[in-house]
């Protein structure tokens, strides 16, 4: 068995769009191990949401994908619908960004819980049941019972991501997706979530990728963290190396614009200038080169190739934030 | 609660109050009257006007109404002058024809329109989807006069399988019966099958663009589990409500194919009485019509909440759900 559990190699999504081809996500390699709680940062726009549904093959109409999806040694781009289906489930599983619109508003929970366990694991009706009082306790869901016979709307918002959550834990799935899985919630559910999607994670021993534009949720939670920009990766290496020593320019431009705890009142924050390059049209060279402040002629015209700058931390940046001006690295 | 049931008999009460007011007022505004009818053509004014008094006719406009209005609350719709015939009974004697073809059409219509929608939406502007437009299309453009006809001579008079013309009721057995409505509910159901595939292929796109059908996708379900299980109730709701207009729609007017089939139904009576100047009669007939409509419409308000269990539980909600927010309104906008 594979330590790597999940192998994105060269990983184009493209949508058609009335303005053009987006290419929101150009050309992606990474790989998830087995076990582990890889994070994905990166602000809106810049391809990540779309990565996770490429991953599920949860596209939209008029759209590609190109690349290399290997999941457990399966090559995900070219199996059946069938065959994928029996991966949904109980391989890869995601929790989505609102629960609010993730469930089923007008089926009761007991359905949308059971519905996949009984699908993929074969168990009656009655086993599904209590498998599901189980995972709802598991999740923290106070008197299960009840909840089983709820619909959604007589949820709060954390219960609704809790049961979300268990709806993707049901087929014991091996990889969970969680994209920008607390963005919809109130800031102090917020916490409480993804300490349950840690807690989980480790319990069960299962690969955990958490997407979000957030690098607060990402940072004490994961064990590698990947950024991301405009469709392209900048950075990825172990959360700690990512968000204490960042190399790539924008990782450490997106840092330097997070407000902090020991941050001086009323001083002013360091803001990235400018906005996201265009998805239609993106620039020919490093994507964040019209925005930063290191860039030089090298940056406008080639794409910097992802080049490891420390132990497991790579970053596909010319002028990495320890390099001395002047230098370029990479080529 | 309420309320909201007081507020809607009271709105009820009202249709049927201004639609009565205006069924008298246009007929009492239309030239002759039923003593010209029953005199006939060569009575002289003086006996039209001796009859019409005879009759009441001479009254007020409100007397009038007034007078039909007191006794209709207590179940009384008058009786014909022409045929002496109480409207009441009338009424019932043609009730079952209109509705058994009512009724009838919209479910040939619904079991036409669902699958070929759920067909279109499966496989959005696909040759398949373009087919089953035009066809319903098709379908849209032949008015039941040209329908009814046409059906008539491929079934009854080429096959030989189905009477032309005229009503079995449904005493007489429920196969002759059926065999008897079956071309005039087709004729009726043609045009509404384009309205309801649109409504509900345009609303199953919708919904199939879901985060939660998304969701029961990344659970492995198969397409067809999660187009019946998870899309198609939340997509029913317009489909509900034009199905509903519909059968209000078909109870009050099938006159063209009554009159096209032979069939003694509500629409063949509301003309002829028309022609007849029978005040009494018409005021009777629209008068139900109106209460069936009013009734139709309560029952999809029913029918709401029994698709969206966030409707049953206040009011304010279904109105949102109406106007189309369902799948809009995150958990926040609907959670207590």
């Known amino acids: ?331 | 609660m309420w309320a909201d049931l007081l507020r809607r008999a009271g709105y009820a009460l009202l249709v049927i109050l201004l639609v009565t007011i205006g069924v008298q007022a246009l007929m009492s505004l239309a030239p002759g009257s039923v003593a010209e009818v029953i005199l006939g053509e060569n009575a002289t004014p003086d006996a039209v006007a001796e009859m019409n008094a005879a009759l009441g006719y001479d009254r007020p406009f409100v007397v009038q109404y007034v007078d039909w209005l007191l006794a209709a609350l207590q179940g009384d719709l008058g009786t014909s002058p022409i045929t002496h015939i109480p409207v009441m009974e009338s009424i019932a004697q043609r009730l079952p024809v209109t509705l058994e073809l009512a009724v009838l059409a919209l479910v040939i219509a619904l079991a036409v329109s669902i699958p070929l929608a759920v067909l279109s939406a499966a496989f959005p502007n696909s040759a398949l989807d373009r087919g089953i437009n035009a066809v319903t299309s098709a379908f849209l453009s032949i008015p039941a006069f040209v329908a009814g006809p046409v059906l008539i001579f491929i079934f009854a008079v080429s096959l030989k399988v189905l009477p032309a013309l005229g009503w079995v009721p449904i005493e007489d057995g429920l196969g002759p019966n059926l065999r008897s409505a079956i071309l005039p509910a087709i004729a009726v159901a043609l045009t509404e099958i384009a309205a309801f595939h649109r409504v509900l292929r345009a609303d199953l796109i919708g919904t199939l663009r879901e985060d939660f059908v998304a969701a029961a996708r990344a659970k492995g379900m198969t397409g067809g589990y999660v187009m019946f299980r998870h899309a198609f109730r939340p997509s029913s709701f317009s489909l509900l409500t034009i199905s509903g207009l519909s059968l209000a729609r078909l109870i009050g007017g099938t006159i063209i194919v009554e009159a096209l089939f032979v069939l003694p139904g509500l629409g063949q009576f509301i003309s002829t009485s028309i022609v007849q100047r029978d005040i009494v009669a018409v005021q009777g007939v629209v008068a139900f019509i109106a209460v069936g409509f009013v009734v139709i419409n309560m029952l999809v308000d029913v029918g709401y909440g029994a698709i969206d269990p966030r409707v049953r539980r206040t009011p304010k909600a279904a109105r949102r759900t109406r106007a189309g927010v369902t799948r809009n309104a995150t958990g926040k906008a609907v959670s207590a």
């Open chain 1, 1 to 331: 068995m594979s330590e790597l559990l999940l192998e994105v190699t060269d990983l184009h999504a493209y949508i058609g769009s009335p303005r053009g081809v987006v290419k929101a996500v150009d050309g992606v390699s990474f790989e998830v191990r087995r076990g582990e709680a890889l994070g994905i940062v990166g602000e809106s726009g810049s391809g990540k949401s779309v990565m996770a549904r490429a991953i599920m093959g949860l596209m939209p109409a008029r759209s590609a994908r190109t690349g290399e999806l290997r999941f457990d040694g399966k090559d995900l781009l070219g199996l059946s619908k069938q065959d994928l289906r029996q991966i949904w489930g109980p391989e890869i599983a995601m929790v989505f960004q609102d629960p609010g619109r993730s469930l089923n508003p007008v089926v009761r929970i007991e359905r949308q819980l059971t519905e996949g366990m009984r699908r993929h694991l074969g168990v009656s009706r009655s086993e599904a049941n209590s498998r599901a009082l189980d995972l709802l306790k598991e999740v923290g869901v106070p008197d299960p019972e009840r909840r089983l016979r709820a619909y959604p709307h007589e949820l709060s918002g954390g219960m609704r991501q809790r049961v979300m959550i268990a709806v993707a834990l049901s087929c014991e799935p091996t990889l969970l997706i969680a994209d920008e899985p607390t963005t919809a919630l109130d800031v102090t559910i917020q916490r409480q979530v993804l300490d349950l999607l840690r807690r989980v994670q480790r319990e069960r021993g299962m690969s955990l990728m958490l997407i979000s534009h957030d690098l607060h949720v990402v940072a004490g939670r994961t064990d590698r963290t990947a950024v991301m920009y405009a469709g392209r990766l900048a950075e990825i290496g172990g959360s700690h190396d990512v968000f204490e020593e960042p190399q790539h320019r924008y990782t450490s431009a997106l840092l330097g614009a997070t407000p902090s705890i020991e941050h001086q009142r009323h001083a002013p924050l360091d803001v990235i200038s400018g906005s996201l390059p265009s998805p239609t049209d993106p620039p020919a060279g490093c994507r964040f080169a019209p925005r930063c402040a290191a860039a030089s002629a090298a940056c406008e015209t080639e794409q910097p190739p992802m080049v490891d700058v420390g132990a497991g931390h790579a970053a596909a940046c010319f002028h990495p934030v320890n390099m001395k001006e002047g230098e370029l690295v990479g080529r």
